[in-house]
Every structure is written in C-alpha cells, then in structure tokens.
C-alpha cells in the first residue's frame, strides 16, 4: 500500500489518525525485531535513556525505516512530498516494566509551528490491548491543543508525566495488531501498562512538510542534535578499556 487511498485520507482528517497501513512483512518485520536486539546485546547503552531519541542519527536500522519508501508515501498522502523527519523517537517497555504513557497530545512539547506535523508509530512487536496498546482519542484535534498537568509519576515514561484530565476513556479506540500508525500530533493518545510481561518495542517518527522558515528552525535544532549523535557514535566506537 503504497499511498493512502481516499477513503484513509478522510477518516484521518475526520478521527486523527488512521491505522493500520501495511508496511513489512512479518517476516521484514522479525528481521528488524531481531536486528534491534542484537543492537541492544553489543551497544546497550545506544538505545536506552535519552539515547533512545533520534536514533536514526546514529544506527542504520533506524535510519533505514525512517527513509523507509512506504513510510514515506504514507506521509506525503497527507502533508505532501516536501518532507521532513523532524525527529525519532524509540519507546522499549520490557517485560517487567509497569511504565505507561498517560493522556497527552504531541504538539505540546514538540516545539514547533504551525501543528500540521504528522506522527508514523511503527510497532516493532505485537500490540495488544495486554501488554500495552496505544488509545485514541478519535476526533480530539478538532479542539486544539488542551490543558497539561504535569503530574511526574513514577510509572509514567513521559518526561514531565504531563497528562490532559477528564478523558472520556469509554469512547477511546484501542489499537491493536503490530501496524504503521499516522496520527495528527494534536490528537490526543495514551498507551496502558503491560500485563503480559511481554516485551513491546516501536519506533515513532515525527514528519512535517518543510518550508524556509521551517528548515531554519529545523537547523538550529539539528545541529544540537548533530552533536549529541556524534558524541553517541563514537562513544560507541571505542574499544572497552583493557581489562586488569
């Protein structure tokens, strides 16, 4: 499915999201799986904590799904073909982890402007409403940006634990099945604990369309990043310290 059809066009204008978009095979999909692992076995500390923002800077497993040809149809479906990945995100809940992500919109924390960003969640593992699946909160965008509380928990995998009240959790959307997930970052969303113990991995990828002003920003931006991905890179190049 290379580009989004009419009918996907529209329920995600109307709902704010719309999912799922067949991306890998599941046989594509355990190679990548397994692949991360084993990033995770020789260069642990590449993909963990603060790390695990814009990894497609510095490992080529992620750079290649962020330049994935899929992916990128999907995108420009909806905010047409000058793209830019504005930045990565991976979330890693492992099996022991009571960790959740409470009620909150995007746009919020993202820093830029004007909010027609569009977010691809791609699951790496099976997504059940078990061990944790994302909850949308379908047509929310139409009212903007909303109240966060920052409320810190101790469970809660966002930094601040910032959290928008009174959802009407009776009318949200469970998605489940391991798909490509577009969303629009003023919808709200939330991802509930694990009761399986079973491992859950996905990559998220923010894209906007790009404009003069736009890539200034987005520079200044990268080249912090740039640093930070340097330091990582060869961090992770240097050999262990001999051993006494």
């Not at 830019?84 to 402007?113: C, M, N």
């Not at 966060?148 to 959802?167: I, P, S």
């Not at 200044?220 to 060869?234: G, P, Q, V």
């Amino acid at each position: 499915m290379p580009a989004l059809s009419p009918e996907q066009i529209s329920f995600y204008n109307e709902n704010g999201y719309v999912a799922p978009i067949d991306i890998f095979t599941p046989e594509e999909a355990a190679e990548l799986r397994a692949e991360l692992e084993a990033l995770e076995a020789s260069h642990p500390d590449a993909v963990a904590g603060r790390n695990r923002n814009n990894v497609h800077y510095v490992t080529p497993l992620f750079d290649r799904i962020a330049h994935n040809p899929k992916i990128l149809d999907a995108v420009e479906s909806l905010i047409g073909s000058n793209i830019l990945v504005g930045g990565t995100t991976l979330f890693v809940k492992e099996p022991e982890q009571k960790g959740f992500i409470s009620w909150h919109q995007d746009a919020r924390y993202i820093g830029l402007e004007p909010f027609n960003w569009v977010t691809a969640w791609l699951a790496l593992s099976d997504v059940t409403t078990e061990n944790g699946c994302m909850y949308m909160w379908e047509g929310s965008h139409h009212a903007g940006q909303r109240d966060h509380v920052d409320t810190y928990g101790k469970d809660n995998l966002l930094t601040r634990g910032q959290t928008v009240m009174d959802v009407p959790e009776d009318i949200t959307v469970p998605i489940e099945l391991p798909p490509v997930n577009c969303r629009c970052i003023t919808l709200g969303w939330f991802m509930g604990q694990d009761i399986t113990h079973q491992n859950i991995a996905a990559l998220v990828l923010r894209s906007n369309p790009i404009s003069g002003l736009m890539w200034i920003l987005f520079m200044e931006k990268f080249m912090s990043n740039r640093r930070a991905a340097l330091t990582r890179i060869n961090t992770m190049n240097t050999p262990p310290a001999p051993q006494d």
